[in-house]
Protein backbone atom coordinates (compact mmCIF):
# COMPACT_ATOMS: atom_id res chain seq x y z
CA UNK A 1 0.00 0.00 0.00
CA UNK A 2 1.33 3.41 -0.59
CA UNK A 3 4.44 4.20 -2.87
CA UNK A 4 7.11 1.79 -1.62
CA UNK A 5 10.28 3.87 0.09
CA UNK A 6 13.71 3.51 -1.81
CA UNK A 7 15.05 1.43 1.09
CA UNK A 8 12.71 -1.03 0.85
CA UNK A 9 12.72 -1.37 -3.09
CA UNK A 10 16.46 -1.57 -2.99
CA UNK A 11 16.28 -4.56 -0.74
CA UNK A 12 13.46 -6.85 -2.90
CA UNK A 13 15.85 -8.56 -4.87
CA UNK A 14 17.69 -9.70 -2.02
CA UNK A 15 14.61 -10.84 -0.98
CA UNK A 16 14.70 -12.95 -4.30
CA UNK A 17 11.41 -11.14 -5.18
CA UNK A 18 10.75 -10.20 -9.38
CA UNK A 19 8.35 -7.86 -9.03
CA UNK A 20 6.43 -5.89 -6.96
CA UNK A 21 3.04 -3.93 -7.55
CA UNK A 22 1.68 -1.12 -5.07
CA UNK A 23 -1.73 0.34 -4.51
CA UNK A 24 -2.50 4.03 -3.30
CA UNK A 25 -3.79 4.24 -0.25
CA UNK A 26 -7.75 4.37 -0.56
CA UNK A 27 -9.10 8.46 0.89
CA UNK A 28 -9.06 8.95 4.29
CA UNK A 29 -6.23 5.45 4.71
CA UNK A 30 -9.54 3.05 5.40
CA UNK A 31 -8.15 -0.24 4.20
CA UNK A 32 -11.15 -2.79 3.59
CA UNK A 33 -10.10 -6.58 2.26
CA UNK A 34 -12.65 -7.20 0.57
CA UNK A 35 -12.06 -3.62 -1.59
CA UNK A 36 -8.70 -4.86 -2.67
CA UNK A 37 -10.21 -7.98 -4.69
CA UNK A 38 -11.18 -6.25 -7.55
CA UNK A 39 -7.33 -4.96 -8.21
CA UNK A 40 -6.34 -8.29 -7.49
CA UNK A 41 -8.20 -9.91 -10.01
CA UNK A 42 -7.14 -7.44 -12.33
CA UNK A 43 -3.37 -8.11 -11.45
CA UNK A 44 -4.27 -12.53 -11.71
CA UNK A 45 -6.12 -11.80 -14.87
CA UNK A 46 -2.55 -10.65 -16.23
CA UNK A 47 -0.48 -13.39 -15.14
CA UNK A 48 0.15 -17.15 -14.78
CA UNK A 49 -0.72 -17.31 -11.19
CA UNK A 50 -1.22 -20.69 -9.45
CA UNK A 51 -0.45 -19.40 -5.22
CA UNK A 52 -1.56 -16.57 -3.64
CA UNK A 53 0.10 -16.01 -0.41
CA UNK A 54 -1.08 -13.63 2.39
CA UNK A 55 -0.17 -13.18 6.38
CA UNK A 56 -3.20 -15.06 8.52
CA UNK A 57 -3.59 -11.90 10.42
CA UNK A 58 -7.48 -10.43 10.53
CA UNK A 59 -6.84 -8.97 7.11
CA UNK A 60 -5.07 -11.29 5.47
CA UNK A 61 -7.28 -13.69 6.21
CA UNK A 62 -10.50 -11.88 5.47
CA UNK A 63 -8.60 -11.04 1.99
CA UNK A 64 -8.38 -14.59 1.51
CA UNK A 65 -11.52 -15.58 1.90
CA UNK A 66 -13.07 -12.74 -0.41
CA UNK A 67 -10.16 -13.09 -2.81
CA UNK A 68 -10.38 -17.00 -2.81
CA UNK A 69 -14.61 -17.10 -3.56
CA UNK A 70 -14.14 -14.56 -6.65
CA UNK A 71 -10.65 -15.99 -8.08
CA UNK A 72 -12.63 -19.64 -8.12
CA UNK A 73 -9.70 -21.24 -5.57
CA UNK A 74 -9.63 -23.01 -2.82
CA UNK A 75 -8.36 -21.11 0.45
CA UNK A 76 -6.29 -22.11 3.75
CA UNK A 77 -5.64 -20.32 6.95
CA UNK A 78 -3.18 -20.45 9.46
CA UNK A 79 -0.82 -22.56 7.56
CA UNK A 80 2.92 -23.71 8.69
CA UNK A 81 3.92 -25.72 6.05
CA UNK A 82 3.22 -25.68 2.13
CA UNK A 83 4.45 -27.58 -0.86
CA UNK A 84 3.66 -28.46 -4.19
CA UNK A 85 2.65 -31.98 -5.37
CA UNK A 86 0.99 -34.35 -7.75
CA UNK A 87 -2.10 -33.39 -6.75
CA UNK A 88 -1.81 -29.41 -5.82
CA UNK A 89 -1.09 -27.73 -3.35
CA UNK A 90 -0.61 -29.48 -0.19
CA UNK A 91 -0.13 -27.28 3.35
CA UNK A 92 0.29 -27.65 7.16
CA UNK A 93 -1.43 -26.25 10.25
CA UNK A 94 -2.61 -26.67 13.30
CA UNK A 95 -5.94 -27.69 14.53
CA UNK A 96 -8.12 -29.16 17.94
CA UNK A 97 -6.40 -26.45 19.67
CA UNK A 98 -2.49 -26.93 18.62
CA UNK A 99 -2.83 -30.81 19.87
CA UNK A 100 -2.78 -32.12 16.13
CA UNK A 101 -0.91 -31.22 12.74
CA UNK A 102 -3.08 -31.52 9.52
CA UNK A 103 -2.12 -32.05 6.63
CA UNK A 104 -4.54 -31.02 3.51
CA UNK A 105 -4.58 -31.10 0.01
CA UNK A 106 -6.59 -28.00 -1.75
CA UNK A 107 -7.76 -29.23 -5.06
CA UNK A 108 -7.70 -27.20 -8.22
CA UNK A 109 -4.96 -25.09 -10.74
CA UNK A 110 -4.99 -22.16 -8.21
CA UNK A 111 -4.99 -21.77 -4.08
CA UNK A 112 -5.29 -19.03 -1.78
CA UNK A 113 -2.70 -19.75 1.44
CA UNK A 114 -2.64 -17.59 4.58
CA UNK A 115 0.65 -18.04 6.43
CA UNK A 116 1.30 -18.02 10.04
CA UNK A 117 3.10 -15.30 11.37
CA UNK A 118 6.47 -16.50 12.21
CA UNK A 119 5.89 -20.13 11.42
CA UNK A 120 8.72 -19.41 8.42
CA UNK A 121 12.32 -18.97 8.91
CA UNK A 122 13.83 -15.70 7.02
CA UNK A 123 15.63 -16.83 3.73
CA UNK A 124 18.51 -16.20 3.62
CA UNK A 125 19.16 -13.09 1.38
CA UNK A 126 20.32 -13.20 -2.32
CA UNK A 127 22.66 -11.62 -4.32
CA UNK A 128 20.46 -8.94 -6.71
CA UNK A 129 21.50 -7.29 -9.72
CA UNK A 130 20.65 -3.59 -9.97
CA UNK A 131 17.27 -2.91 -11.54
CA UNK A 132 16.32 -6.80 -11.15
CA UNK A 133 13.30 -6.36 -9.79
CA UNK A 134 10.67 -4.39 -12.09
CA UNK A 135 8.08 -2.01 -10.09
CA UNK A 136 4.25 -0.88 -11.19
CA UNK A 137 1.41 1.11 -9.46
CA UNK A 138 -2.25 0.05 -9.46
CA UNK A 139 -4.32 2.60 -10.31
CA UNK A 140 -5.48 4.49 -7.73
CA UNK A 141 -9.01 4.47 -8.12
CA UNK A 142 -9.43 0.63 -7.31
CA UNK A 143 -10.91 1.32 -4.13
CA UNK A 144 -13.82 2.51 -5.20
CA UNK A 145 -15.05 -0.28 -6.40
CA UNK A 146 -15.45 -1.98 -2.82
CA UNK A 147 -16.38 -1.43 0.46
CA UNK A 148 -15.83 1.68 2.31
CA UNK A 149 -14.47 2.08 6.00
CA UNK A 150 -17.28 4.14 7.84
CA UNK A 151 -15.61 4.64 10.86
CA UNK A 152 -13.23 3.21 13.85
CA UNK A 153 -13.38 2.01 17.72
CA UNK A 154 -10.15 2.68 19.03
CA UNK A 155 -9.41 -0.52 21.18
CA UNK A 156 -7.78 -0.12 24.86
CA UNK A 157 -4.11 -1.86 25.20
CA UNK A 158 -1.60 -1.82 27.41
CA UNK A 159 1.51 0.20 26.78
CA UNK A 160 4.73 -1.53 24.65
CA UNK A 161 4.25 -3.62 21.50
CA UNK A 162 0.83 -4.66 20.19
CA UNK A 163 0.02 -7.99 21.55
CA UNK A 164 -0.42 -8.80 18.08
CA UNK A 165 2.79 -7.95 16.17
CA UNK A 166 5.09 -8.58 19.57
CA UNK A 167 8.31 -10.80 19.52
CA UNK A 168 7.90 -11.17 23.04
CA UNK A 169 4.10 -11.79 25.16
CA UNK A 170 4.18 -11.92 28.90
CA UNK A 171 0.85 -12.89 30.36
CA UNK A 172 -0.79 -13.27 33.35
CA UNK A 173 -3.12 -15.75 34.61
CA UNK A 174 -5.41 -15.92 37.90
CA UNK A 175 -2.88 -16.83 40.00
CA UNK A 176 -1.94 -13.11 39.87
CA UNK A 177 -4.75 -12.92 42.32
CA UNK A 178 -5.58 -9.68 42.20
CA UNK A 179 -5.57 -6.39 39.55
CA UNK A 180 -3.36 -4.24 41.84
CA UNK A 181 -0.89 -7.22 41.40
CA UNK A 182 -0.85 -7.66 37.76
CA UNK A 183 1.50 -4.72 38.01
CA UNK A 184 4.13 -7.93 38.36
CA UNK A 185 3.56 -8.91 34.74
CA UNK A 186 3.33 -5.26 33.29
CA UNK A 187 6.43 -4.13 35.02
CA UNK A 188 8.63 -7.73 33.42
CA UNK A 189 6.67 -7.06 29.88
CA UNK A 190 8.16 -3.27 29.87
CA UNK A 191 11.19 -4.86 30.94
CA UNK A 192 12.19 -7.16 28.32
CA UNK A 193 9.73 -4.32 25.66
CA UNK A 194 7.70 -7.08 25.41
CA UNK A 195 3.50 -6.84 25.22
CA UNK A 196 0.75 -7.84 27.68
CA UNK A 197 -1.67 -10.43 27.57
CA UNK A 198 -3.72 -11.91 30.04
CA UNK A 199 -5.88 -14.96 30.30
CA UNK A 200 -9.78 -14.94 30.29
CA UNK A 201 -10.17 -15.38 33.98
CA UNK A 202 -8.32 -12.06 34.40
CA UNK A 203 -10.64 -10.26 31.70
CA UNK A 204 -13.75 -11.62 33.12
CA UNK A 205 -12.29 -10.50 36.75
CA UNK A 206 -12.16 -7.29 35.12
CA UNK A 207 -8.53 -6.83 36.20
CA UNK A 208 -7.47 -6.37 32.47
CA UNK A 209 -9.74 -5.30 29.05
CA UNK A 210 -10.75 -7.75 27.18
CA UNK A 211 -8.42 -6.85 24.30
CA UNK A 212 -5.35 -8.17 26.19
CA UNK A 213 -7.05 -11.43 26.17
CA UNK A 214 -5.56 -14.14 24.40
CA UNK A 215 -6.86 -17.35 24.23
CA UNK A 216 -10.17 -19.37 22.00
CA UNK A 217 -12.38 -16.33 22.69
CA UNK A 218 -9.28 -14.01 22.46
CA UNK A 219 -6.59 -13.19 19.96
CA UNK A 220 -4.20 -15.59 18.66
CA UNK A 221 -0.25 -14.95 19.37
CA UNK A 222 2.92 -16.49 17.77
CA UNK A 223 5.97 -14.72 19.20
CA UNK A 224 9.58 -15.89 19.70
CA UNK A 225 8.91 -16.02 23.30
CA UNK A 226 5.56 -16.64 25.60
CA UNK A 227 5.91 -15.99 29.26
CA UNK A 228 2.94 -17.47 30.77
CA UNK A 229 2.55 -16.42 34.23
CA UNK A 230 -0.28 -18.11 37.03
CA UNK A 231 -1.56 -19.35 33.94
CA UNK A 232 -3.08 -23.06 34.78
CA UNK A 233 -2.96 -24.11 31.13
CA UNK A 234 -6.87 -24.52 30.18
CA UNK A 235 -7.08 -25.97 26.14
CA UNK A 236 -8.83 -22.43 25.23
CA UNK A 237 -6.39 -20.20 26.34
CA UNK A 238 -3.57 -22.87 25.06
CA UNK A 239 -5.18 -22.69 21.59
CA UNK A 240 -3.91 -19.10 21.24
CA UNK A 241 -0.66 -19.21 22.35
CA UNK A 242 0.60 -22.73 21.02
CA UNK A 243 2.08 -21.47 18.11
CA UNK A 244 4.80 -19.46 19.95
CA UNK A 245 8.34 -20.54 19.25
CA UNK A 246 9.57 -20.70 22.59
CA UNK A 247 6.99 -21.13 25.99
CA UNK A 248 8.03 -20.54 29.24
CA UNK A 249 5.29 -21.56 32.09
CA UNK A 250 5.93 -20.08 35.69
CA UNK A 251 3.46 -21.51 38.29
CA UNK A 252 3.06 -22.85 41.81
CA UNK A 253 1.10 -25.87 40.88
CA UNK A 254 3.90 -28.42 39.26
CA UNK A 255 0.70 -30.38 37.90
CA UNK A 256 -0.59 -27.41 36.09
CA UNK A 257 -1.92 -27.91 32.11
CA UNK A 258 0.67 -24.97 31.02
CA UNK A 259 3.57 -26.99 32.08
CA UNK A 260 2.69 -29.85 29.17
CA UNK A 261 3.22 -27.25 26.17
CA UNK A 262 5.92 -25.70 27.91
CA UNK A 263 9.68 -25.47 26.66
CA UNK A 264 11.03 -24.22 30.30
CA UNK A 265 9.14 -24.53 33.78
CA UNK A 266 9.47 -22.80 36.61
CA UNK A 267 7.89 -24.59 39.73
CA UNK A 268 7.36 -21.29 42.37
CA UNK A 269 5.72 -18.72 44.14
CA UNK A 270 5.29 -15.95 41.15
CA UNK A 271 5.50 -13.21 43.87
CA UNK A 272 9.05 -14.24 44.09
CA UNK A 273 10.10 -15.34 41.29
CA UNK A 274 8.58 -12.43 38.78
CA UNK A 275 10.28 -9.37 40.77
CA UNK A 276 13.50 -11.12 41.04
CA UNK A 277 13.72 -11.63 37.43
CA UNK A 278 12.21 -8.37 36.31
CA UNK A 279 15.34 -7.05 38.68
CA UNK A 280 17.67 -9.29 37.07
CA UNK A 281 16.36 -8.36 33.67
CA UNK A 282 16.45 -4.72 34.28
CA UNK A 283 20.14 -5.16 35.78
CA UNK A 284 21.56 -6.94 32.78
CA UNK A 285 19.58 -4.28 30.85
CA UNK A 286 21.37 -1.52 32.49
CA UNK A 287 17.97 0.06 33.46
Given at each position: F?????????????????EVC?????????????????????????RS?????????????????????RWDAAAATGVTGISHGAGGWEVRRSVF?????????LPGPRAVVGLRPRAFPTPEPREAQAGSTSQGAVGAGSWADGPALVGTEPVVTGEGPALGDATIVVAGGRGVRSADQFRLIEELAAALDAAVGASRAVTDAGWRPTSLQVGQTGRTVTPQLYIAVGIS?????????????VIVAINSDATA?????????IVGDLFQIVPALTAEIRRVRGR
Open positions: GTPSEPAATSWGRDGIDWLADPPGGGRVAGALVPSLLALLSEIELVLLPSTTFGRELAGALAAGGRATETRNGAIQHIVGMIGSRPIFKVADYG
